[in-house]
């Protein structure tokens, strides 16, 4: 006698768990698509370059090798160059971008 109750519940509660797991998934599948990462940084420009923003200019790591700091100047500077319509505020700022991850300056806020 307890045998088909058993069965019953069992029947019911895995329609149940199927149909809840038909339209959750539908739900999953009919939201909107997010970017994982963002394109470009939101802010502005700080008053002290850091090695962190120059980074985030330039689009490379704080410790990437001169080489690729080499390309991503030279990819960024084409598309910002003042002879071509760019702005010479955001070309100087992509040059100290540059000059800073290649160590060629002191620290930025430094008085010798």
């Known amino acids: 006698m307890a045998s088909p109750i058993v069965i019953g519940a069992t029947v019911g509660t895995a329609a149940l768990g199927a149909r809840?797991?038909?339209r959750a998934w539908q739900?999953?599948?009919a939201r909107p698509v997010i970017p994982r990462a963002r394109r470009f940084y939101p802010g502005g420009f700080e008053q002290v370059m850091t090695k962190r923003e120059a980074a985030l200019i330039l689009g490379v790591r704080e410790r990437e090798v001169l080489q690729k700091i080499k390309e991503a100047?030279?990819?960024v500077m084409v598309a910002n160059h003042p002879d071509?319509?760019?702005s010479d505020f955001l070309a100087?700022?992509?040059?100290?971008?540059k000059e800073i991850l290649m160590k060629k300056t002191s620290a930025a806020g430094s008085v010798f």
């Open 20 to 22: 809840y797991l038909m």
């Open 27 to 29: 739900a999953y599948k």
């Open 73 to 75: 100047h030279r990819r």
């Open 84 to 86: 071509a319509g760019g």
């Open 92 to 97: 100087s700022k992509i040059n100290e971008a």
